[in-house]
């Protein structure tokens, strides 16, 4: 079982350049959640997905746009990156119901 | 809105000190309350969860919680600390925020230094 799986561990992004972040999970969770970390901000959820299907905005949407692509992948895109968008990008994931959430290793963005 | 707050931003230790963090959350109906724990350069780990029952919860590594419902606090408690403690502690409530589906809202951390 490798839980939460995220790709990249890093990258470095030019001001405008897109990207999409990867994740997975093979718990067979209907709910997954992207967040991001920044320093004395605690984490912040920028979309999540309840369920296959579904998906909505969190704290911080604004420049993120989601997918899931069935039950075990749900990937975050950034359109035009911008600096303010420098972060530690954490993927996680429930059996719903408000249970435990498992988190994945992370993607540390830098936005140049 | 469902609000958490920490009241430590930086807790410096010695070893064998024993531990208190504060957590207090607003009040949401149906409390779902957590610790995580975020070793350096790793991801968020759960050390301990309060869904209902006994108010005194035990986790890993010898961490406890105690939810105090007329305090709205979820302290998280270590009688005796060591140096691989050393992490960021999040506390967090999970909230029912419509169709089915579930939010986390986090603290902002403490970071916890452990000193040899």
């Known amino acids: 079982n490798a839980g939460v799986t995220q790709t990249p561990k890093f990258q470095v992004l030019k001001t405008g350049q897109s990207m999409t972040l990867q994740c997975a999970q093979d718990?067979?969770?209907?709910?997954m959640y992207w967040y991001r970390q920044d320093p004395g901000m605690g984490l912040r959820l920028i979309y999540y997905?309840?369920?296959?299907?579904?998906?909505d905005k969190g704290e911080v949407p604004n420049g993120y746009n989601v997918s899931r692509l069935n039950k075990r992948e749900f990937s975050l895109r950034l359109e035009s990156a911008a600096p303010s968008q420098t972060s530690v990008y954490f993927c996680a994931s429930s059996g719903g119901g408000g249970d435990t959430q498992y988190f994945g290793p992370g993607t540390r963005l830098t936005v140049l | 809105a469902q609000s958490v707050s920490q009241h430590n931003h930086h807790v410096i230790l010695s070893e064998a000190a024993s531990l208190e963090l504060g957590c207090n959350y607003s009040y949401g109906g149906t409390v779902n309350l957590f610790w995580y724990v975020q070793y350096p350069g790793q991801h968020l780990q759960l050390l301990l969860k309060y869904f209902s029952g006994d108010p005194l919860v035990k986790g890993i590594k010898g961490f406890e919680a105690e939810f105090i419902k007329s305090k709205f606090s979820f302290n998280l408690r270590k009688p005796s600390v060591q140096w691989s403690d050393t992490a960021e502690y999040f506390c967090a409530d999970s909230a029912y925020s419509g169709a089915g589906s579930y939010q986390l809202t986090f603290g902002k951390g403490t970071k916890l230094s452990v000193i040899p």
């Open positions: 997905s309840a369920s296959e299907g579904t998906t």
């Open positions: 718990m067979n969770h209907n709910s």
